[in-house]
């Protein structure tokens, strides 16, 4: 339900030690339900990504990346703009 300006990717359990990543290629935690290419949207759960914009009231939708497999996989590259749904 939030974004801030500046999105990133833990690299690892420490993010001092094992980097933040801004801008390539990243496996998530969760399926982004999506084919190669296909939109993926900042998620409505803390840390992930989804398949579809999310549409509930008070909702952030953000494009954090595009699908690199069907899976898990995105190339990840935040818009650096987004709406509150309302």
């Known amino acids: 339900s939030t974004s801030t300006p500046l999105l990133a990717v833990a690299l690892g359990a420490n993010s001092t030690t ?3 990543l801004v801008r390539g ?3 998530l ?3 982004h339900g999506g084919a190669v ?3 993926v949207y900042l998620s ?3 840390g992930r990504g989804q398949g579809s914009a ?3 009231t008070g909702d952030i939708v953000r494009i954090i990346g595009h ?3 069907a899976t898990d996989t995105i190339y990840f590259n935040p818009a650096n703009s987004w709406v ?3």
Request: glycine fraction near 16%; avoid cysteine.
């Open 18 to 20: 094992n980097g933040m």
């Open 25 to 27: 290629l990243v496996k």
């Open 29 to 31: 935690n969760a399926t």
């Open 37 to 39: 290419g296909d939109y």
């Open 44 to 46: 409505t759960s803390a």
């Open 54 to 56: 999310p549409s509930g």
């Open 67 to 69: 699908g690199a497999d």
């Open 84 to 86: 509150e749904i309302s």
